[in-house]
């Protein structure tokens, strides 16, 4: 079981960064792939990012390749996004999931995921 908590939001202008970090408890966490999505007023969830559980392999939202990275720390227990040249579209409040499968056919899906954090807000200013 893995326990998940966001941090790193805020409110910041365009073009501007953020790196959010999603720290983990648990002591199977380096077993899961951790995953971004983030959830805007009046849209349904969408996935952002994924990263495997040995960090091997990563996966992006087409809207957020080239801009946003996402890595972990497995002996920090911690997965981070950083999220460079950011545009007003990209508000929204952000969650990071741990899942237990593996693969961009799974870890694009927000159902294929079984732990959620409480989120954290991004506000990116014009």
């Known amino acids: 079981q893995a326990q998940l908590e966001e941090s790193g939001g805020g409110l910041v202008q365009a073009g501007g960064s953020l790196r959010l970090s999603c720290a983990a408890s648990?002591?199977?966490?380096?077993?899961?792939?951790i995953g971004w999505f983030r959830h805007a007023p009046g849209k349904e969830r969408e996935f952002v990012a994924a990263?495997?559980?040995?960090?091997?392999?990563?996966y992006y939202a087409d809207s957020v390749k080239g801009r946003f990275t996402i890595s972990r720390d497995n002996a920090k227990n911690m997965v981070y996004l950083q999220m460079n040249s950011l545009k007003p579209e990209d508000t929204a409040v952000y969650y990071c999931?741990?899942?237990?499968?593996?693969?961009?056919?799974?870890?694009?899906?927000?159902?294929?995921?079984?732990?959620w954090g409480q989120g954290t807000q991004v506000t990116v200013s014009s």
């Open positions: 999931a741990a899942s237990g499968r593996s693969g961009s056919y799974y870890l694009l899906r927000r159902n294929e995921y079984d732990y």
């Open positions: 990263i495997s559980w040995d960090g091997g392999s990563r």
């Open positions: 648990g002591r199977t966490f380096s077993s899961y792939a």
